[in-house]
């Protein structure tokens, strides 16, 4: 029997079929969202127009810093302006500029109910030989907004959504594990979108057709958007997202701010000077994966040397303990940190767990 999960937001659109006048073309066909706090409308310029071949009006709660995740975080020091974070609003839009995915498509991968298919989540709660609660997997979700593939033939596989500093969403990966949580398949959300349009010979809708052409898609540090809510915690720096979801698994969520903060690069080759700029002021401690003969670790060290003077404030720590310990197989297989942290016992990482 699967362990269900359920995470809740305290923002969401209104359920039903119930439609109000949309504040940017005037028509009735505008959603609005609700405080699942209170039962009450957010102000009226938040929500969803769904006439969104022509107005495109989506002003999301959680995109312009109203109020952000679990209303732990609290921004006002921005007003909100329609439309402007969506940049496919502007037909004039400069495209060396990003295109962002809107937040309506984040959230449809966000059901709480399916929790229950998701196969990465379901090890972590009763496949790892040392089982988390569930009230800490919950946490994890949503901090970094994990998310579940509901259907296709990646159905079950977890989203990894990279937000950036401004809560922009830069991409949505995709990845499917099996009951070892090694993965299996792996792919990016607006790939499997515009699949179904494709194969429906149906029309993109613009922002899928605008953000097909951006230059890079992994853009920003996987949990990048944790930064402005966490300010004071030091950062543990690793490749891939599942890293970083184990490693504050095991050493403890960033409400703490004597524990660190996990954000993930991606891959390998994606460590660049764009995106560690948002470490500036900040202490990293820096995790490679295992290569052979080291390369990744000595290809990041040089990197980071070269970085050094863009981000004068902050200090890279770089961590040889895998490298110290492990054997050549083992450097051959490209281990992470994730691979030792799950043969361990996670309370034995954390006292007061």
């Not at 997997?137 to 296709?152: N, P």
């Not at 991409?171 to 299996?184: A, C, G, L």
């Not at 809708?205 to 853009?219: Q, T």
């Not at 295992?290 to 060290?301: D, I």
Request: proline share 4%.
């Amino acid at each position: 029997m699967e362990t269900n999960v359920s995470t809740s937001f305290q923002f969401t659109l209104e359920k039903g079929s119930k439609q109000h006048i949309c504040p940017d073309c005037g028509q009735r066909r505008f959603v609005r969202y609700v405080d699942n706090q209170t039962g009450n409308y957010l102000p009226e310029r938040y929500g969803w127009c769904n006439r969104q071949d022509n107005c495109k009006y989506d002003l999301n709660p959680y995109k312009d810093g109203y109020r952000i995740g679990l209303g732990i975080y609290t921004q006002t020091n921005r007003s909100a302006k329609p439309n402007d974070w969506n940049l496919s609003k502007n037909k004039n839009v400069d495209k060396s500029e990003p295109v962002f995915i809107p937040h309506n498509v984040l959230e449809n991968t966000l059901n709480s109910e399916k929790y229950s298919e998701n196969v990465f989540i379901q090890n972590l709660l009763r496949r790892v030989p040392f089982p988390f609660q569930t009230k800490d997997v919950e946490k994890v979700i949503s901090q970094y907004y994990l998310g579940t593939i509901t259907s296709g033939y990646l159905r079950g596989a977890i989203t990894f959504p990279f937000i950036d500093y401004s809560l922009n969403i830069r991409t949505i990966q995709v990845k499917k594990f099996d009951y070892s949580n090694h993965t299996t398949k792996t792919n990016f959300l607006h790939s499997l979108i515009k699949y179904e349009y494709d194969n429906s010979k149906t029309k993109q809708p613009e922002w899928l057709s605008n953000y097909l052409k951006n230059d890079n898609f992994v853009s920003c540090l996987f949990g990048e958007h944790l930064l402005a809510r966490y300010p004071y915690n030091s950062i543990a720096l690793v490749e891939a997202p599942k890293t970083a979801v184990y490693g504050t698994l095991y050493f403890g969520g960033p409400e703490n701010s004597d524990n660190l903060l996990w954000l993930a690069v991606y891959n390998k080759s994606s460590l660049s000077l764009d995106k560690l700029k948002v470490l500036n002021g900040k202490t990293v401690y820096v995790f490679p994966d295992l290569s052979e003969s080291g390369s990744t670790y000595n290809e990041w060290k040089t990197k980071v040397e070269k970085f050094q003077s863009e981000i004068p404030d902050s200090t890279f720590i770089f961590s040889n303990l895998l490298e110290s310990l492990a054997t050549e197989a083992e450097k051959l297989k490209g281990n992470d940190l994730a691979d030792y942290l799950i043969k361990l016992d996670w309370r034995d990482f954390r006292v007061s767990a």
